[in-house]
Protein backbone atom coordinates (compact mmCIF):
# COMPACT_ATOMS: atom_id res chain seq x y z
CA UNK A 1 0.00 0.00 0.00
CA UNK A 2 1.46 3.31 -1.06
CA UNK A 3 1.30 6.72 0.93
CA UNK A 4 -1.05 8.97 0.17
CA UNK A 5 0.05 12.19 -1.73
CA UNK A 6 -0.40 14.13 1.33
CA UNK A 7 1.74 12.02 3.67
CA UNK A 8 5.08 11.96 4.91
CA UNK A 9 7.70 9.16 5.64
CA UNK A 10 8.23 10.20 9.17
CA UNK A 11 4.77 10.70 10.12
CA UNK A 12 4.45 6.89 8.84
CA UNK A 13 7.39 5.66 10.87
CA UNK A 14 5.34 7.16 13.81
CA UNK A 15 2.37 4.82 12.95
CA UNK A 16 4.45 1.87 12.40
CA UNK A 17 6.03 2.11 15.54
CA UNK A 18 2.60 2.81 17.39
CA UNK A 19 1.29 -0.56 16.13
CA UNK A 20 4.69 -2.10 17.32
CA UNK A 21 4.57 -1.46 20.80
CA UNK A 22 0.67 -2.47 20.20
CA UNK A 23 1.46 -6.06 19.28
CA UNK A 24 4.23 -6.13 21.54
CA UNK A 25 2.09 -6.14 24.60
CA UNK A 26 -0.09 -8.62 22.77
CA UNK A 27 2.10 -11.31 22.08
CA UNK A 28 5.62 -12.04 23.16
CA UNK A 29 8.92 -11.04 22.48
CA UNK A 30 10.21 -13.86 19.95
CA UNK A 31 6.99 -14.08 17.48
CA UNK A 32 7.25 -10.53 17.60
CA UNK A 33 11.30 -9.88 16.24
CA UNK A 34 10.88 -11.44 12.92
CA UNK A 35 7.55 -9.66 12.50
CA UNK A 36 9.49 -6.22 13.45
CA UNK A 37 12.06 -7.13 10.83
CA UNK A 38 9.55 -7.15 7.51
CA UNK A 39 8.45 -4.02 9.20
CA UNK A 40 11.66 -2.40 9.00
CA UNK A 41 12.16 -4.06 5.04
CA UNK A 42 9.11 -2.42 4.30
CA UNK A 43 9.67 1.12 5.81
CA UNK A 44 13.37 1.05 4.18
CA UNK A 45 11.39 0.04 0.67
CA UNK A 46 8.74 3.11 1.37
CA UNK A 47 11.50 5.59 2.13
CA UNK A 48 12.96 4.81 -1.10
CA UNK A 49 10.23 5.37 -3.24
CA UNK A 50 8.93 8.59 -1.73
CA UNK A 51 12.57 9.72 -1.94
CA UNK A 52 12.66 9.02 -6.05
CA UNK A 53 9.26 9.63 -7.39
CA UNK A 54 9.37 12.79 -9.94
CA UNK A 55 7.95 16.12 -8.24
CA UNK A 56 4.07 16.38 -8.78
CA UNK A 57 3.39 20.11 -10.14
CA UNK A 58 -0.08 20.96 -8.43
CA UNK A 59 -1.22 23.47 -11.36
CA UNK A 60 -1.99 21.01 -13.39
CA UNK A 61 -4.62 20.18 -11.88
CA UNK A 62 -6.07 23.73 -11.47
CA UNK A 63 -7.87 25.85 -14.24
CA UNK A 64 -6.16 29.77 -13.87
CA UNK A 65 -7.93 32.45 -15.41
CA UNK A 66 -4.58 33.84 -16.68
CA UNK A 67 -2.89 31.46 -19.64
CA UNK A 68 0.77 30.29 -18.12
CA UNK A 69 3.49 32.17 -19.95
CA UNK A 70 5.21 28.58 -21.45
CA UNK A 71 1.46 27.65 -22.92
CA UNK A 72 1.22 30.99 -24.43
CA UNK A 73 4.79 30.91 -26.18
CA UNK A 74 5.26 27.44 -26.94
CA UNK A 75 2.91 25.62 -29.32
CA UNK A 76 1.88 22.10 -29.58
CA UNK A 77 3.65 20.23 -32.13
CA UNK A 78 1.27 19.31 -34.25
CA UNK A 79 -0.59 22.49 -34.32
CA UNK A 80 2.22 24.41 -35.58
CA UNK A 81 3.14 21.89 -38.66
CA UNK A 82 -0.85 22.56 -39.67
CA UNK A 83 -0.55 26.39 -39.42
CA UNK A 84 2.59 25.66 -41.88
CA UNK A 85 0.36 24.12 -44.18
CA UNK A 86 -2.08 26.46 -44.23
CA UNK A 87 -0.06 28.87 -44.37
CA UNK A 88 1.67 26.92 -47.61
CA UNK A 89 -1.60 26.96 -49.09
CA UNK A 90 -2.29 30.43 -49.33
CA UNK A 91 1.00 30.97 -50.47
CA UNK A 92 0.09 29.01 -53.30
CA UNK A 93 -3.23 30.59 -54.01
CA UNK A 94 -1.17 34.13 -53.87
CA UNK A 95 0.57 33.11 -56.33
CA UNK A 96 -1.30 32.38 -58.88
CA UNK A 97 -1.46 35.48 -61.81
CA UNK A 98 -3.53 37.61 -61.47
CA UNK A 99 -5.32 37.37 -64.86
CA UNK A 100 -6.39 33.66 -64.14
CA UNK A 101 -7.74 34.65 -61.02
CA UNK A 102 -9.76 37.83 -63.24
CA UNK A 103 -10.79 34.73 -65.54
CA UNK A 104 -11.96 32.06 -63.11
CA UNK A 105 -13.96 35.43 -61.04
CA UNK A 106 -15.83 36.03 -64.74
CA UNK A 107 -16.05 32.54 -65.42
CA UNK A 108 -18.31 32.33 -62.21
CA UNK A 109 -19.64 35.39 -62.90
CA UNK A 110 -21.06 34.68 -66.26
CA UNK A 111 -21.90 30.66 -64.88
CA UNK A 112 -24.34 32.79 -62.20
CA UNK A 113 -25.57 35.27 -64.44
CA UNK A 114 -26.38 33.28 -67.18
CA UNK A 115 -28.39 30.90 -64.29
CA UNK A 116 -30.19 33.97 -63.42
CA UNK A 117 -31.36 34.71 -66.83
CA UNK A 118 -33.39 31.67 -67.51
CA UNK A 119 -34.86 31.84 -63.91
CA UNK A 120 -38.22 30.92 -65.49
CA UNK A 121 -36.64 27.78 -67.65
CA UNK A 122 -35.33 27.01 -71.07
CA UNK A 123 -36.63 26.09 -74.14
CA UNK A 124 -36.67 23.09 -76.37
CA UNK A 125 -36.86 24.06 -80.25
CA UNK A 126 -37.38 20.95 -82.45
CA UNK A 127 -35.91 19.57 -85.32
CA UNK A 128 -38.77 19.93 -88.17
CA UNK A 129 -38.66 18.19 -91.11
CA UNK A 130 -37.17 21.04 -93.78
CA UNK A 131 -40.91 20.97 -95.78
CA UNK A 132 -42.10 23.09 -92.56
CA UNK A 133 -39.71 25.71 -93.00
CA UNK A 134 -36.58 25.59 -94.50
CA UNK A 135 -38.17 24.23 -97.94
CA UNK A 136 -40.14 27.19 -98.30
CA UNK A 137 -37.75 29.58 -98.09
CA UNK A 138 -35.38 27.54 -100.50
CA UNK A 139 -38.57 27.61 -102.75
CA UNK A 140 -39.11 31.60 -102.28
CA UNK A 141 -40.36 32.12 -105.38
CA UNK A 142 -43.36 30.18 -104.77
CA UNK A 143 -44.48 31.36 -101.60
CA UNK A 144 -46.99 34.35 -103.89
CA UNK A 145 -49.44 33.71 -106.28
CA UNK A 146 -48.38 37.19 -107.96
CA UNK A 147 -44.47 38.13 -106.90
CA UNK A 148 -41.59 36.69 -105.80
CA UNK A 149 -41.13 36.69 -101.70
CA UNK A 150 -37.49 35.85 -101.93
CA UNK A 151 -36.59 39.81 -100.97
CA UNK A 152 -39.29 39.23 -98.10
CA UNK A 153 -37.42 35.99 -96.50
CA UNK A 154 -34.07 37.29 -97.15
CA UNK A 155 -31.35 38.31 -94.30
CA UNK A 156 -33.35 35.85 -91.35
CA UNK A 157 -36.44 37.71 -92.23
CA UNK A 158 -34.91 40.95 -92.11
CA UNK A 159 -35.11 41.69 -95.57
CA UNK A 160 -32.87 43.61 -98.25
CA UNK A 161 -30.55 46.36 -96.97
CA UNK A 162 -32.76 49.60 -97.06
CA UNK A 163 -31.77 52.42 -99.49
CA UNK A 164 -32.67 56.25 -100.30
CA UNK A 165 -32.76 57.12 -96.31
CA UNK A 166 -29.73 59.51 -97.07
CA UNK A 167 -31.57 62.57 -96.36
CA UNK A 168 -33.42 61.09 -92.89
CA UNK A 169 -31.32 58.69 -91.33
CA UNK A 170 -27.51 59.54 -90.04
CA UNK A 171 -25.17 57.85 -92.24
CA UNK A 172 -23.62 55.93 -88.84
CA UNK A 173 -27.23 54.24 -88.62
CA UNK A 174 -28.20 53.45 -91.87
CA UNK A 175 -26.67 49.97 -91.34
CA UNK A 176 -29.62 49.26 -88.79
CA UNK A 177 -32.48 49.72 -91.62
CA UNK A 178 -33.62 46.89 -93.63
CA UNK A 179 -36.74 46.91 -95.98
CA UNK A 180 -38.22 44.17 -93.86
CA UNK A 181 -41.52 42.43 -95.03
CA UNK A 182 -44.84 42.78 -92.17
CA UNK A 183 -45.23 39.38 -92.41
CA UNK A 184 -42.02 37.60 -91.61
CA UNK A 185 -41.82 37.21 -88.24
CA UNK A 186 -41.63 33.41 -88.83
CA UNK A 187 -38.45 33.26 -89.41
CA UNK A 188 -37.10 36.18 -87.55
CA UNK A 189 -38.32 34.32 -84.42
CA UNK A 190 -36.67 30.79 -85.72
CA UNK A 191 -33.50 32.46 -86.30
CA UNK A 192 -33.52 34.29 -83.29
CA UNK A 193 -34.24 31.43 -80.93
CA UNK A 194 -31.82 28.88 -82.57
CA UNK A 195 -29.35 31.64 -80.61
CA UNK A 196 -31.34 32.09 -77.83
CA UNK A 197 -29.59 32.24 -73.91
CA UNK A 198 -32.51 29.93 -72.38
CA UNK A 199 -32.38 27.35 -75.44
CA UNK A 200 -31.61 23.66 -74.38
CA UNK A 201 -30.53 20.91 -76.58
CA UNK A 202 -32.19 18.60 -73.79
CA UNK A 203 -35.95 17.84 -74.25
CA UNK A 204 -35.62 16.77 -70.66
CA UNK A 205 -34.82 20.29 -69.09
CA UNK A 206 -37.33 21.88 -71.14
CA UNK A 207 -39.77 24.60 -69.27
CA UNK A 208 -41.39 24.83 -73.32
CA UNK A 209 -41.09 23.59 -76.75
CA UNK A 210 -40.86 25.82 -79.46
CA UNK A 211 -42.71 24.61 -83.00
CA UNK A 212 -40.74 26.55 -85.50
CA UNK A 213 -43.66 25.70 -88.42
CA UNK A 214 -43.53 29.02 -90.78
CA UNK A 215 -47.60 29.00 -91.18
CA UNK A 216 -48.27 32.21 -92.80
CA UNK A 217 -45.58 31.20 -95.31
CA UNK A 218 -46.95 28.00 -95.65
CA UNK A 219 -50.65 29.14 -96.57
CA UNK A 220 -49.47 32.71 -98.16
CA UNK A 221 -49.21 30.87 -101.91
CA UNK A 222 -52.77 28.69 -101.60
CA UNK A 223 -54.99 31.39 -99.76
CA UNK A 224 -56.33 31.99 -102.99
CA UNK A 225 -57.38 29.59 -106.35
CA UNK A 226 -57.51 26.46 -104.12
CA UNK A 227 -60.03 23.98 -101.74
CA UNK A 228 -60.39 24.34 -98.08
CA UNK A 229 -58.80 20.93 -97.40
CA UNK A 230 -55.93 21.89 -99.81
CA UNK A 231 -55.40 24.82 -97.39
CA UNK A 232 -55.17 22.97 -94.57
CA UNK A 233 -52.70 19.82 -95.36
CA UNK A 234 -49.76 21.73 -94.82
CA UNK A 235 -51.15 22.20 -90.58
CA UNK A 236 -52.19 18.81 -90.76
CA UNK A 237 -49.19 17.25 -91.95
CA UNK A 238 -47.33 19.18 -89.01
CA UNK A 239 -49.41 18.36 -86.37
CA UNK A 240 -49.19 14.58 -87.64
CA UNK A 241 -45.60 14.77 -87.18
CA UNK A 242 -45.28 16.67 -83.43
CA UNK A 243 -48.23 14.62 -81.78
CA UNK A 244 -46.00 11.59 -82.07
CA UNK A 245 -43.06 12.79 -80.43
CA UNK A 246 -42.77 11.90 -76.48
CA UNK A 247 -42.80 15.40 -75.39
CA UNK A 248 -45.93 16.53 -76.94
CA UNK A 249 -47.73 13.04 -75.44
CA UNK A 250 -46.44 14.73 -71.35
CA UNK A 251 -48.57 17.22 -71.00
CA UNK A 252 -50.90 17.23 -74.30
CA UNK A 253 -49.26 20.02 -76.18
CA UNK A 254 -50.12 22.63 -73.29
CA UNK A 255 -46.58 23.28 -72.64
CA UNK A 256 -45.70 23.87 -76.80
CA UNK A 257 -45.74 27.20 -78.70
CA UNK A 258 -45.14 28.86 -82.33
CA UNK A 259 -45.48 31.77 -83.56
CA UNK A 260 -47.32 33.22 -86.53
CA UNK A 261 -46.28 35.54 -89.02
CA UNK A 262 -49.92 36.78 -90.25
CA UNK A 263 -52.62 37.49 -88.56
CA UNK A 264 -54.76 35.38 -86.04
CA UNK A 265 -57.77 35.61 -88.37
CA UNK A 266 -55.94 33.92 -91.34
CA UNK A 267 -56.11 30.57 -89.28
CA UNK A 268 -59.35 30.76 -87.92
CA UNK A 269 -61.91 29.27 -90.90
CA UNK A 270 -65.07 28.03 -89.71
CA UNK A 271 -66.37 26.08 -92.67
CA UNK A 272 -64.83 23.49 -95.03
CA UNK A 273 -66.88 25.70 -97.96
CA UNK A 274 -64.21 26.41 -100.26
CA UNK A 275 -65.34 29.79 -100.73
CA UNK A 276 -64.78 30.46 -96.80
CA UNK A 277 -61.45 32.48 -96.54
CA UNK A 278 -58.39 31.30 -94.69
CA UNK A 279 -57.43 27.86 -93.18
CA UNK A 280 -58.82 26.25 -90.06
CA UNK A 281 -55.38 25.78 -88.25
CA UNK A 282 -56.36 26.99 -84.98
CA UNK A 283 -59.38 25.11 -84.87
CA UNK A 284 -57.88 21.86 -85.59
CA UNK A 285 -58.27 19.29 -82.11
CA UNK A 286 -54.33 19.11 -81.47
CA UNK A 287 -54.12 22.89 -81.38
CA UNK A 288 -56.31 23.18 -78.53
CA UNK A 289 -53.92 23.37 -75.85
CA UNK A 290 -51.09 25.17 -77.87
CA UNK A 291 -49.93 28.82 -76.82
CA UNK A 292 -49.41 30.96 -79.79
CA UNK A 293 -47.60 34.51 -80.58
CA UNK A 294 -49.23 36.57 -83.19
CA UNK A 295 -48.89 39.97 -84.94
CA UNK A 296 -52.40 40.39 -84.13
CA UNK A 297 -54.23 38.15 -81.36
CA UNK A 298 -57.70 36.95 -81.14
CA UNK A 299 -58.92 39.37 -78.20
CA UNK A 300 -61.18 36.18 -77.09
CA UNK A 301 -58.76 33.61 -77.09
CA UNK A 302 -56.28 33.24 -73.80
CA UNK A 303 -54.00 31.32 -75.76
CA UNK A 304 -53.27 33.77 -77.84
CA UNK A 305 -50.40 36.47 -77.41
CA UNK A 306 -49.82 39.32 -79.90
CA UNK A 307 -46.10 40.50 -80.40
CA UNK A 308 -45.07 43.43 -82.58
CA UNK A 309 -44.89 43.78 -86.31
CA UNK A 310 -41.32 43.69 -87.46
CA UNK A 311 -40.17 47.05 -88.72
CA UNK A 312 -37.84 48.46 -90.37
CA UNK A 313 -35.08 49.71 -87.66
CA UNK A 314 -33.01 46.64 -86.47
CA UNK A 315 -30.11 47.80 -83.91
CA UNK A 316 -27.52 45.64 -83.17
CA UNK A 317 -26.13 47.41 -79.91
CA UNK A 318 -27.74 50.15 -77.64
CA UNK A 319 -26.06 52.93 -78.89
CA UNK A 320 -27.87 52.67 -81.84
CA UNK A 321 -31.58 53.12 -80.10
CA UNK A 322 -29.90 55.57 -77.90
CA UNK A 323 -29.05 57.31 -80.84
CA UNK A 324 -32.20 57.29 -83.06
CA UNK A 325 -34.09 58.10 -79.66
CA UNK A 326 -32.38 60.98 -79.42
CA UNK A 327 -32.86 62.22 -83.55
CA UNK A 328 -36.45 61.45 -82.71
CA UNK A 329 -37.06 63.80 -79.66
CA UNK A 330 -35.22 66.48 -81.17
CA UNK A 331 -36.95 66.46 -84.28
CA UNK A 332 -38.44 69.55 -85.25
CA UNK A 333 -42.18 68.69 -87.01
CA UNK A 334 -43.84 70.48 -89.32
CA UNK A 335 -47.21 68.76 -89.45
CA UNK A 336 -50.21 68.84 -86.78
CA UNK A 337 -50.80 65.30 -87.79
CA UNK A 338 -50.75 62.93 -91.13
CA UNK A 339 -52.28 59.76 -92.88
CA UNK A 340 -50.56 57.28 -94.49
CA UNK A 341 -52.33 54.34 -96.42
CA UNK A 342 -54.24 53.85 -99.64
CA UNK A 343 -57.99 53.66 -100.41
CA UNK A 344 -59.94 50.55 -101.02
CA UNK A 345 -62.26 51.14 -103.41
CA UNK A 346 -63.57 47.44 -103.52
CA UNK A 347 -65.14 47.95 -99.79
CA UNK A 348 -67.67 50.03 -99.52
CA UNK A 349 -67.86 53.35 -97.01
CA UNK A 350 -64.33 52.70 -97.10
CA UNK A 351 -63.11 54.19 -93.75
CA UNK A 352 -59.40 54.79 -95.18
CA UNK A 353 -61.20 57.30 -97.85
CA UNK A 354 -62.81 59.21 -95.70
CA UNK A 355 -59.56 60.08 -93.61
CA UNK A 356 -58.10 60.72 -97.09
CA UNK A 357 -60.08 62.83 -98.67
CA UNK A 358 -60.04 64.54 -94.65
CA UNK A 359 -56.60 65.13 -94.90
CA UNK A 360 -56.16 66.37 -98.33
CA UNK A 361 -58.80 69.21 -97.27
CA UNK A 362 -56.36 70.10 -94.36
CA UNK A 363 -53.61 70.75 -96.45
CA UNK A 364 -52.52 73.17 -93.38
CA UNK A 365 -52.50 70.15 -90.86
CA UNK A 366 -52.56 67.18 -92.13
CA UNK A 367 -49.45 65.13 -94.38
CA UNK A 368 -50.91 62.68 -96.75
CA UNK A 369 -48.80 59.95 -98.27
CA UNK A 370 -51.39 58.77 -100.67
CA UNK A 371 -49.87 54.55 -101.12
CA UNK A 372 -52.27 54.37 -105.10
CA UNK A 373 -49.64 56.59 -106.08
CA UNK A 374 -46.66 56.87 -103.54
CA UNK A 375 -44.61 53.66 -103.80
CA UNK A 376 -45.18 52.61 -100.22
CA UNK A 377 -43.55 49.13 -99.51
CA UNK A 378 -42.55 48.33 -95.84
CA UNK A 379 -40.43 51.36 -94.49
CA UNK A 380 -39.91 53.50 -97.82
CA UNK A 381 -38.78 56.95 -96.80
CA UNK A 382 -41.77 58.82 -97.25
CA UNK A 383 -43.58 56.97 -95.02
CA UNK A 384 -40.79 57.44 -92.62
CA UNK A 385 -40.56 61.23 -93.26
CA UNK A 386 -44.17 61.63 -92.72
CA UNK A 387 -44.24 60.13 -89.42
CA UNK A 388 -41.01 62.06 -88.63
CA UNK A 389 -42.50 65.37 -89.48
CA UNK A 390 -45.67 65.03 -87.48
CA UNK A 391 -47.09 65.36 -83.99
CA UNK A 392 -49.77 62.53 -84.90
CA UNK A 393 -50.83 60.16 -87.04
CA UNK A 394 -54.00 58.79 -87.90
CA UNK A 395 -54.53 54.98 -87.83
CA UNK A 396 -57.32 52.99 -89.04
CA UNK A 397 -57.51 49.16 -89.09
CA UNK A 398 -55.85 47.20 -91.45
CA UNK A 399 -57.01 43.88 -92.90
CA UNK A 400 -57.59 43.29 -89.05
CA UNK A 401 -57.67 45.68 -85.86
CA UNK A 402 -54.01 46.60 -86.60
CA UNK A 403 -51.69 47.32 -89.09
CA UNK A 404 -48.11 47.41 -88.60
CA UNK A 405 -48.25 51.08 -89.66
CA UNK A 406 -49.11 51.83 -86.20
CA UNK A 407 -45.82 50.80 -85.22
CA UNK A 408 -43.69 52.87 -87.56
CA UNK A 409 -45.74 55.83 -86.62
CA UNK A 410 -44.96 54.99 -82.86
CA UNK A 411 -41.17 54.20 -83.98
CA UNK A 412 -40.69 57.62 -85.66
CA UNK A 413 -42.20 59.62 -82.30
CA UNK A 414 -45.16 60.04 -83.95
CA UNK A 415 -48.66 59.99 -81.53
CA UNK A 416 -51.06 57.17 -82.80
CA UNK A 417 -54.55 57.77 -83.39
CA UNK A 418 -56.81 54.90 -83.01
CA UNK A 419 -60.26 54.41 -84.66
CA UNK A 420 -61.17 50.72 -83.19
CA UNK A 421 -60.51 50.31 -79.51
CA UNK A 422 -59.76 46.35 -80.82
CA UNK A 423 -56.81 48.23 -82.71
CA UNK A 424 -55.04 49.13 -78.66
CA UNK A 425 -57.47 47.25 -76.32
CA UNK A 426 -55.62 43.70 -75.29
CA UNK A 427 -52.82 43.97 -78.16
CA UNK A 428 -49.22 44.09 -77.40
CA UNK A 429 -49.82 44.10 -73.32
CA UNK A 430 -46.53 42.49 -72.98
CA UNK A 431 -44.59 45.34 -75.34
CA UNK A 432 -46.57 48.90 -74.88
CA UNK A 433 -47.24 50.59 -71.51
CA UNK A 434 -50.53 50.90 -70.00
CA UNK A 435 -53.02 52.80 -69.68
CA UNK A 436 -52.43 53.31 -73.67
CA UNK A 437 -54.41 56.85 -72.83
CA UNK A 438 -50.39 57.98 -71.71
CA UNK A 439 -49.50 57.57 -75.40
CA UNK A 440 -52.45 57.27 -77.83
CA UNK A 441 -55.81 59.05 -78.65
CA UNK A 442 -59.01 57.12 -79.60
CA UNK A 443 -61.69 58.85 -81.67
CA UNK A 444 -65.25 56.55 -82.44
CA UNK A 445 -65.01 55.69 -86.28
CA UNK A 446 -68.75 56.16 -86.47
CA UNK A 447 -68.16 59.59 -84.83
CA UNK A 448 -65.24 60.47 -86.86
CA UNK A 449 -67.60 59.43 -90.26
CA UNK A 450 -70.59 61.82 -89.46
CA UNK A 451 -68.18 64.78 -88.77
CA UNK A 452 -64.19 64.24 -90.23
CA UNK A 453 -63.86 67.80 -88.21
CA UNK A 454 -63.91 65.74 -84.92
CA UNK A 455 -60.40 64.73 -85.77
CA UNK A 456 -58.69 68.05 -85.58
CA UNK A 457 -60.62 69.46 -82.87
CA UNK A 458 -60.17 66.40 -80.40
CA UNK A 459 -56.20 66.56 -81.65
CA UNK A 460 -55.84 70.73 -80.97
CA UNK A 461 -56.70 69.95 -77.22
CA UNK A 462 -53.16 68.93 -76.74
CA UNK A 463 -50.68 71.03 -75.47
CA UNK A 464 -47.22 71.09 -76.62
CA UNK A 465 -46.44 70.09 -73.21
CA UNK A 466 -48.81 67.09 -73.56
CA UNK A 467 -47.18 65.85 -76.86
CA UNK A 468 -43.79 66.14 -75.95
CA UNK A 469 -44.78 64.21 -72.47
CA UNK A 470 -46.66 61.21 -75.13
CA UNK A 471 -43.81 61.22 -77.40
CA UNK A 472 -41.43 60.73 -74.29
CA UNK A 473 -43.55 57.73 -73.12
CA UNK A 474 -43.06 56.17 -76.73
CA UNK A 475 -39.46 56.94 -76.99
CA UNK A 476 -38.75 55.24 -73.38
CA UNK A 477 -40.71 51.88 -74.71
CA UNK A 478 -38.78 51.90 -77.82
CA UNK A 479 -36.90 48.70 -77.32
CA UNK A 480 -39.51 46.86 -76.51
CA UNK A 481 -41.63 46.93 -79.80
CA UNK A 482 -37.92 46.65 -81.76
CA UNK A 483 -36.76 43.18 -83.63
CA UNK A 484 -32.92 43.65 -82.83
CA UNK A 485 -30.39 42.46 -85.75
CA UNK A 486 -27.98 40.45 -83.23
CA UNK A 487 -28.68 37.21 -82.26
CA UNK A 488 -27.59 37.95 -78.92
CA UNK A 489 -30.23 40.61 -78.61
CA UNK A 490 -29.30 44.43 -77.00
CA UNK A 491 -27.22 43.60 -74.33
CA UNK A 492 -29.22 44.73 -70.98
CA UNK A 493 -31.90 45.74 -73.33
CA UNK A 494 -34.05 43.45 -74.33
CA UNK A 495 -35.87 43.58 -77.26
CA UNK A 496 -39.37 42.47 -78.84
CA UNK A 497 -38.20 38.80 -79.29
CA UNK A 498 -36.54 38.50 -75.76
CA UNK A 499 -39.61 39.97 -74.14
CA UNK A 500 -42.04 37.42 -75.41
CA UNK A 501 -40.39 34.50 -75.35
CA UNK A 502 -39.32 35.26 -71.42
CA UNK A 503 -42.98 36.21 -70.81
CA UNK A 504 -43.69 32.21 -72.79
CA UNK A 505 -41.57 30.78 -70.30
CA UNK A 506 -42.79 32.49 -67.26
CA UNK A 507 -46.25 31.53 -68.71
CA UNK A 508 -45.26 27.82 -68.88
CA UNK A 509 -43.23 27.55 -65.39
CA UNK A 510 -46.54 29.01 -63.31
CA UNK A 511 -48.78 27.26 -65.33
CA UNK A 512 -46.46 23.71 -64.22
CA UNK A 513 -46.48 24.81 -60.47
CA UNK A 514 -50.21 25.22 -60.77
CA UNK A 515 -50.41 21.56 -61.57
CA UNK A 516 -47.79 20.20 -59.19
CA UNK A 517 -50.35 21.74 -56.84
CA UNK A 518 -52.70 20.77 -57.63
CA UNK A 519 -52.12 17.53 -57.95
CA UNK A 520 -50.23 17.10 -54.46
CA UNK A 521 -53.44 18.62 -53.37
CA UNK A 522 -55.61 15.34 -54.75
CA UNK A 523 -52.98 13.25 -53.53
CA UNK A 524 -53.32 14.74 -50.06
CA UNK A 525 -56.82 14.47 -50.21
CA UNK A 526 -57.07 10.56 -51.05
CA UNK A 527 -54.39 9.58 -48.52
CA UNK A 528 -57.13 11.44 -45.77
CA UNK A 529 -60.10 9.09 -47.29
Known amino acids: MLPSENSSPRKTFKKLRNSFHLIKSQVGFHHCKWFLLIILIQVTFILFLAGTSPPRHHHHFQISSKPHKQNKDQLPQSIDHQKQSNDHVQDLQDSKPKKEQQKLQKQLAKAKESHDECESGRVYVYDLPTEFNKDLLNNCHDLDPWSSRCNAVSNGGLGPKATGLESIVPENLRSAWYWTDMYSAEVIYHERMLNY ?228 KTQYEWHLPLPSEDYSVYMDHNEVRNDTSIVRKVLDKFSKEDVKRMREILIDAMPKYLYARSNQGLGSSNDAFDIAIDEVLRRFKQQREQKQILEKTRNDENSIE
Open 197 to 424: KCRTLDPQNATAFYIPFYAGLAIGKILWFTTAKERDQPSEHMLQWVKDQPYWNRNNGSDHFLMLGRLTWAFRRKTDDDSDWGTSFLRMPLMKHVLRLSIEKNPWDDLEVSVPYPMAFHPQFETEIKQWQDLVRSRNRSSHFCFVGAVRKKIKNDFREVLMNYCKNETGSCKVVDCSVAHCYDGAPAILEAFLDSDFCLQPKGDGFTRRSMFDCMLAGSIPVYFWEGSF
